[in-house]
């Protein structure tokens, strides 16, 4: 059993930067890839960005490629994501998932309870 717990978000302005972390305790995140989405009020969990442990290769989703990066560190057992250029349709809740990946909520097994972005304009 892996649990995951999100921490950075918070209200920014448009234009800023936010790193979230997404740390594992239970176990390490070896053998999984982690994956990040959101889901803002009113709509579906999407996709953002994930990585693979072993590997550390990332995937972005189209949402807000450009402006991310994903990467992780082994000794903390952590994945972090670096957001930039951040605008307010951005603003939701950010969730870190840890399973065999890649872009769809069911191929997650473990769930973070999320952390919320706001974005001010």
């Known amino acids: 059993q892996v649990q995951l717990v999100e921490s950075g978000g918070g209200l920014v302005q448009a234009g800023d930067s936010l790193r979230l972390s997404c740390v594992a305790s239970?176990?390490?995140?070896?053998?999984?890839?982690v994956g990040w989405f959101r889901q803002a009020p009113g709509k579906e969990r999407e996709f953002v960005a994930c990585?693979?442990?072993?590997?550390?290769?990332?995937y972005y989703g189209d949402l807000m490629k450009g402006r991310l990066t994903i990467s992780r560190d082994n000794a903390k057992n952590t994945v972090y994501l670096q957001m930039s250029q951040l605008k307010p349709e951005d603003t939701a809740v950010y969730y870190c998932?840890?399973?065999?990946?890649?872009?769809?909520?069911?191929?997650?097994?473990?769930w973070g309870q999320g952390t919320q972005v706001t974005v001010s304009s």
């Open positions: 239970g176990r390490t995140f070896s053998g999984y890839a």
């Open positions: 998932a840890a399973g065999e990946g890649l872009v769809f909520a069911r191929q997650y097994d473990y």
């Open positions: 990585i693979r442990w072993e590997s550390g290769y990332p």
